[in-house]
């Protein structure tokens, strides 16, 4: 069974993996420890992963990025149409309803939706882990940011199993990377809790959680977020001076030209990640458009100022996630940072100067989230065994549930889950109902929410519902905010105040006034039959639920066409590996039936053979450039048919000659 934590990140993914009673951080197939979330396509084939940032720059049009920051979006969205627009290369557009990308896939016009493409990616990252822990990969933990919310979180869970990925849980970024931190930290103390602000600047977003350790346990007090600020924030800012530094200098227009804008953007996040070690960072883009080359030169101290505005803005998210912990600075004992933009040495001053402490550095900046969650699917996983370690987390939005008024009762609805409410968790809500009835859910304070994501969550239609005894049943439902943090109704009943009959117990007078003896010692026992009141369930109700996961059939739909690329994909990667394989043999042979092997050849085919292998060589550079794998087999095994002897005549006297040297060093 596979122990497997995916840290889905917006520019780049990690892998981490249980094995040999530790967590590994796992290479890929060009051996980085992070993989770029980038999904492409192509004429005849997808490219996932890193082979979709080989070609981003050729192939933007057809490569789709953000894809954390795709989930659970429509096309209209506020923040899809103001904002994801100006960071994905290819055309978006509207797919189920949901919003999508527009690309050239096999020569013909394709569109996909964010869960189909985030459901590659995942694909890819499967893959990757089953190549190395080689074994098939199922069982897993997903990452997502804590301000995900309910049809964000749907959407990856549906993106997971459209590739056959189980999601044990989704958790939350810095749960994960908080639980990596507790479950390794031998001194945590049994009462008077150490309390951790962990901080995550990446590429698209920004968290910080104010976390409580004592042995054995750690709670999320309190989180706060800002999701428009990350690494990519920072790297706009230095693309918007260098673009009006060309344009006076070199008089062109980056923002007309997407391929240019693509290569500043990418040498512009080059420059910021050499300030963060040197005062000065060189930029240089040959022939960016117009043929013409461009170069600057950025101070750390300018790109400072530039910034200024981001900088002031990093010490709002960690007032907010102290507020809302309800603690003060001198309540925090230590201060740990994750993500890439933590780098940036402004942040890591602002971050260290609030809480008016130095930044410990315990955790791996790049790979403490995904090795926490791995480490939280093992504790999940029946198959491995880890010492026991609660993660208290909380739920980021309150949600309330709403109903039709009723002659019943006034109020239409109530916060089920409030601020700060602990995650997973249950609640059970009584309505007196005389007939079957809904209730809807929704986040309780909309202006919260991440722009663009509605605050309605989903519908329960609680059926079977009928009057008892006359008046309206008792009707209780049982909500639940599950280990994902998704909220669902997981049962209904009406229950019933009935009388019973129960025997009980009574002690004579005597023992009753305690003369010192114990129980069957002294004092005759009675009974008594008694009349008694118990609430209890009389009938479970069916609780049809619409929620935002995708409809059966479109998941269905969505798994068989995966399957179907992916096995497209494989196809074109083996045909390919059979070209190669005959053109190898093609070259090597040629070169051999001249060389080593001329005289095991017999002459009277020598010259016809290497006519042959001169013409596969020749056909593959032509005709035979794209041919179905099983033409490719066939011509190598024809000469083979040839080769095979001659190259076992060869081995034969080989061998005999190395018998023949041995024989006579014996001798
Ligand atoms: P997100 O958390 O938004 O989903 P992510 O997890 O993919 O994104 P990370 O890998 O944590 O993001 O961080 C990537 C960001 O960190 C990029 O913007 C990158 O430019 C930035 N970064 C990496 N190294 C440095 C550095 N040395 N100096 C400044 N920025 C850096
Ligand atoms: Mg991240």
Redesign the pocket.
Known sequence: MSVVGF?L?????VIAVARNRGIDVICNEVSNR?TP?LVSFGFKQRFLGESAKTQEIGNFKNTVGSL?RLAGRRLDDPEIVGNEVNYVTAELAEVDGQVGAAVNFLGESRSFSNVQLLAMFLGKLKETASHELKIPVSDCVITV?GWFTEIQRRAVLDAAQIVGLNCLRLVN?LAAASLGYGITKTDLPEDKPRNVAFV?I????YSTAIVSFVKGQLTVRGTAYDIHF???A??QVIVEKLAEHFKEKFKIDVFSNKKALIRLRAAA?RC??ML??NPQAPVNIESIMDDKDVSAIVNRADFEDWASHLFTRTELTLAKALENSGMAVSDIDAVEIV???T??PAIKATISKFFNKEISTTLNQ?EAISRGAALQCAMLSPAFKVRDFRVQDIITYPIKLQWAQTPEDEDTEIIAFNRNNSLPSTKILTFNRSKPFLLEAYYAYPEELPTGISSWIGQYNIKDVEPVNGGPAEVKVKVKINIHGVLSVIGAYTVEEKEFEEEVKLKDDKTKEGEGKGEGEGGEEKKEIRKVKKVVKVRDHNVVSITSSLARNIIDRYIEEESQMAANDKLIIATEAAKNALEEYGYDMRDKIMGPLSDYIDPAIKERFADDLNAVVDWIYDEGDDVHKSVYLEKLEGLKKVGGPVVERFRESEELARADRQLRAVC
């Open positions: 840290d990140g917006n520019l780049q993914s992070a979330s954390k940011p970024d995550d990446g590429y698209s977003s990350g690494g990519r920072f790297d996040e910021k990640k963060s070690a993500g890439g933009s780098r940036i790049d």
